[in-house]
């Protein structure tokens, strides 16, 4: 089983927008790495995000490169606050590979969590971390990373 935890791209501020949308950079980014992942044989069944709509427009572009037939939903537990172990809990019940775009500091706890990585900080801002499990979610090891 793969995750394939992704960092929504740069968004605009909130005195621009408040609904934050990617910016035009950010965008063109997402595009770029989404495009690299699926290459590198990213091929999710589930695409979930946070609701947010820069969260929404990462995980759309995504699912259009990596697999456009994915089932694509906002789902609770990715808010930028939530417990990491929530999303921990919810992976070892799923078989199919999962696409997470999310936020940080969410994003860099639950990496840490997962592959028990000391270190939050080693998460790629704006990037996407692959990680494998072969043992139902119990362990997890990076395979790849895109920043």
Request: charge should be negative; proline fraction near 7%.
């Amino acid at each position: 089983m793969f995750v394939y935890l992704v960092h929504h791209g740069d968004a605009v501020g909130p005195d621009v927008d408040h609904r934050r949308p990617l910016s035009t950079a950010g965008q063109a980014h997402v595009e770029r790495i989404a495009a690299d992942a699926a290459a590198r044989g990213a091929n999710p069944g589930i695409v979930w995000h946070s609701g947010k709509l820069r969260a929404k427009q990462t995980a759309e572009a995504f699912w259009r490169a990596c697999n456009p037939l994915a089932e694509l939903s906002a789902t609770r537990d990715l808010q930028p606050d939530d417990p990491p172990q929530w999303i921990a809990d919810r992976l070892r019940a799923e078989r199919r590979d999962i696409l997470i775009a999310g936020h940080f500091p969410h994003l860099p706890r639950v990496f840490a969590l997962l592959t028990a990585s000391p270190d939050e900080r080693a998460f790629p801002l704006h990037g996407v971390v692959a990680l494998s499990s072969d043992d139902q979610g119990a362990t997890w090891q990076e395979v790849w990373r895109l920043e």
